[in-house]
């Protein structure tokens, strides 16, 4: 931290890292701003347009020098295990996109890593800050939806054509965004896993992991809770639109969310027994079906981050024009980087801290293996003493 008490921050990756960096700019915690692209070219295209002086075309120069506070890692999957390593041991802050690692081992290091640092290490999971989470999680926890039935998350890309990294990408590797919300909802773990992989990649798409599959399916058995979540996830050979939602049942209602860009959440009520409630007299009871326009929580952030979570205007540092975004991601990116800053500042873990992260990333890589393994039924690591 520089001698005003603000945190300086280097964002590594600039394609989605790009994203943020407004928000570290605006918000009244951070000072200074750092840019790390391997890529020269989108260094200077990115750092130029957002008014960025401070640029690395390698994190080791930002590792090596005691002026950053934090790194933000937004490079490819392969290298967020060893940069999240490599952070905390240089003593830093670490942020990172999800996932937190692809394999088991690489989670109980960076846990490791963390508490020898004393470092904050936080997984920026978007979907437990989008609007739709935050309306579910508000409902849940003013009892509204009773008691939790049922959940079921779903994360279907289709990912030809992106970088060569993706190709043969195994799904359930990537589970986070379709798997943490019941897992922040519920504060629980997951016990066990049971999971297939179905259809089988065409030989063009199958890559240097061991994965045969474009989809997915897994039921994840929470611990120390009677429900049972059931995640969908495919990244090949699968005829929808993209989607990354969630739906959650609970005994008195529900909400169901495509998670399509547009597609509207749907709020269910069930309605008491009873012939005079229900269209087909005492059989069944019947569930009122609306339309649920989510809130955005802006209260919730600084004045300065707030304006992010929708709409926004940019200005350009390199004298193009301005230009209106929309908030990805349901408007979660200012919430995580509120959450990553104060948590910091607080001197505090943040929401999701190292163990949580693990927690949420470990059922994706053990249901990868239950799915090598025809179904077989495999207990969740445990992150926790
Ligand atoms: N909702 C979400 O949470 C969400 C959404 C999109 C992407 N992501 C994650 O964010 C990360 C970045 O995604 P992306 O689509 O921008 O990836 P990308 O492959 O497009 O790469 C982003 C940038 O990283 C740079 N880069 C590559 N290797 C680097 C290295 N070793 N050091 C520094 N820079 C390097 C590239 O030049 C590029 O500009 C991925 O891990 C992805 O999984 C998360």
Redesign the pocket.
């Known amino acids: 931290m520089n001698g005003t008490g603000a945190v300086d921050v280097a964002v ?6 790009e994203d943020f960096l407004p928000l570290y700019a605006a918000h009244p915690s951070v000072g200074e701003v750092g840019i ?4 020269r070219e ?1 260094l200077t295209e990115v750092g130029d347009r957002h008014g960025i002086a401070a640029r690395f ?3 080791a120069e930002v590792l090596a020098d005691a002026r950053w506070d934090a790194v933000h ?5 392969a ?2 295990s060893s ?1 999240a390593l490599a952070v905390l041991r240089a003593g830093k802050h670490c942020a990172c ?3 937190m690692a692809s394999e088991i081992a690489d989670l109980h290091a960076i846990v490791a890593a963390q508490r020898e640092s004393g470092k904050n290490y936080m997984m ?4 437990v800050y989008g609007r739709e989470y935050l309306v579910a999680e508000e409902m849940y926890r003013k009892g509204e939806l009773g008691g939790l039935t049922f959940y079921r998350g779903y994360h279907i890309q289709n990912l030809d054509g ?2 060569e ?1 993706w190709r043969g990408y195994p799904p359930m590797k ?1 589970i ?2 379709a798997l943490s919300p019941i897992l922040a909802l519920t504060g629980n773990t997951v016990a066990d896993v049971t999971a297939y992989g179905s259809s089988k990649l065409t030989a063009d798409r199958v890559g240097s992991y061991d994965n045969p599959f474009p989809l997915q399916v897994g039921l994840f058995r929470l611990a120390d809770s009677d429900v049972v979540a059931d995640v969908t996830m495919s990244f090949f050979q699968t005829a929808r639109s993209y989607v ?1 939602g969630f739906s959650v049942y609970g005994d008195r209602q529900s909400l169901e969310w495509s998670g399509a860009p547009g597609e509207a959440m749907r709020l269910f009520e069930l309605q008491p027994a009873g012939p005079a409630e229900s269209p087909k007299g005492s059989r069944g009871r019947h569930a009122r079906e609306s339309v649920l326009e989510p809130p955005d929580y802006a209260h919730r952030l600084p004045e300065q981050l707030a304006r992010f979570v929708r709409t926004y205007t940019l200005e350009s540092h390199d004298g193009g024009p301005v230009t209106t975004k929309t908030a ?2 349901g408007g ?1 990116h200012p919430y995580l980087v509120h959450e990553f800053i104060s948590s910091i500042v607080e001197e505090r873990p943040p929401a999701i801290d190292a163990v949580t992260s693990a927690a949420w990333t470990a059922p994706g890589i053990v249901a990868h293996e239950s799915a090598l393994g025809g179904g077989e039924r495999l207990a969740g690591p445990s992150f926790d003493g």
């Open positions: 590594v990756g600039l394609g989605f890292g790390v692209d391997q890529s989108r075309t390698d994190i890692i937004l490079a490819p999957v290298f967020h940069y996109a999800v996932p920026m999971e978007t979907a992106y970088p990294y990537y986070t965004h990354e990805g991601h979660s």
